[in-house]
């Protein structure tokens, strides 16, 4: 069992910058892709980010390539998304997901999450 809790959320102007952690409980947490999924009222789910167990092989959507980062440390048993550019239409609630355990992640379909954190909203204000 994993269980994941989010932090850094909150409200921020178009073009700032935020950082959410993920942090997870266990032993296992290194095994774990690690995922981050938002949605959006009336939008659906899609994955945002994702990091291999190991680190080695990662997953941007299309819509945050070249403006948030994924990264983890498996020491402190923690992921991170670096969201820096921040437009309105990356308002929505975030979440952390752990999954596809042992297996590189190179699509969105590669992130296939076992458990789910409780969410961190984002706001952005244009």
């Known amino acids: 069992q994993v269980q994941l809790v989010e932090s850094g959320g909150g409200l921020v102007q178009a073009g700032g910058s935020l950082r959410l952690s993920c942090a997870a409980s266990g032993r296992t947490f290194s095994t774990y892709a690690m995922g981050w999924f938002r949605q959006a009222p009336g939008k659906e789910r899609e994955v945002v980010a994702a990091?291999?167990?190991?680190?080695?092989?990662?997953y941007y959507a299309d819509s945050v390539k070249g403006r948030f980062t994924i990264s983890r440390d498996n020491a402190k048993n923690t992921v991170y998304l670096q969201m820096n550019s921040l437009k309105p239409e990356d308002t929505a609630l975030y979440y952390c997901?752990?999954?596809?355990?042992?297996?590189?992640?190179?699509?969105?379909?590669?992130?296939?999450?076992?458990?789910w954190g409780q969410g961190t909203q984002v706001t952005v204000s244009s």
């Open positions: 990091i291999s167990w190991s680190g080695g092989s990662t």
């Open positions: 997901t752990a999954g596809s355990r042992y297996k590189p992640i190179t699509t969105a379909q590669s992130m296939s999450p076992d458990y």
